[in-house]
């Protein structure tokens, strides 16, 4: 049984988020706002976490800095707000997905589901080049450096490193990586590459934007 922390200040959603989600084999844990959450996080191992953005005390993004700080549990954002700032932001943070309020329970429950079977992959280690990743631990080596990454960070760097040398569309990888379709004006993969590329800085290793196609991994 999967544990999730349900972290909203909402308390008639998160009783009916919650009573849906156990219904289906999650454990549920409830938060009514980010400082909770954290002392929650520090005492037990959840599998995953839903955050929002809108809480007091302690808003979602800066309850999801707290949490990178320690740990790479899986968080899916949950955002009340049109603009794709809010999203965006949470994406650069280390967030797995986010989810537009109010939350359709059965895309939330499928959403879960998938970051949970990404983050829970059972393969051997395999290794090409000077990358090796690993989908049981969900970690990438580099030239012998660990990389720290998120659920989807992994999954695109590994189908990059699969390809190494080769341009991979943007809409192959928001399908195999982000488990969804590449909608217009749709950043969320731009920001999930930025992020990586951060993390392999120093490395002699890069990622190639091509124009038009997609992204390619040089090592």
């Known amino acids: 049984m999967s544990k999730l922390l349900l972290v909203d200040d909402d308390q008639e959603f998160t009783s009916m988020l919650s009573e849906f989600l156990s219904s289906d084999g999650f454990e549920v844990s409830i938060a009514n706002n980010g400082e909770e959450a954290l002392d929650m996080l520090q005492k037990t191992a959840y599998s995953i976490c839903v955050l929002d953005?809108?809480?007091?005390?302690?808003?979602?993004?800066e309850t999801l800095k707290s949490i990178r700080l320690t740990s790479q549990i899986p968080v899916l954002m949950l955002t009340a707000k049109a603009e794709p700032i809010d999203k965006i932001l949470g994406l650069e943070l280390g967030a797995d997905d986010y989810l537009a309020k109010p939350a359709e329970p059965r895309e939330l429950l499928a959403r879960?589901?998938?970051i949970l079977r990404r983050s829970q992959g059972t393969?051997?280690?395999?290794v090409?080049?000077?990358i090796l990743w690993d989908d049981q631990k969900r970690v990438i080596t580099i030239q012998e450096r660990i990389l720290e990454l998120t659920g989807i960070e992994y999954e695109v760097l590994k189908i990059l490193a699969q390809n190494i040398g080769q341009v991979v569309g943007k809409d192959f990888l928001s399908k195999n990586a982000l488990k969804r379709p590449l909608f217009p004006f749709d950043r969320s993969l731009d920001v999930h590459i930025s992020n990586i590329r951060k993390k392999i800085e120093g490395l002699d290793a890069s990622i190639k934007s091509v124009r038009g196609r997609g992204y390619q991994l040089i090592v």
């Not at 393969?123 to 395999?126: G, H, K, Q, V």
């Open 53 to 61: 953005i809108m809480m007091p005390k302690k808003n979602g993004i």
């Open 112 to 114: 879960l589901k998938s």
């Open 123 to 126: 393969l051997a280690p395999e």
């Open 128 to 130: 090409l080049r000077d």
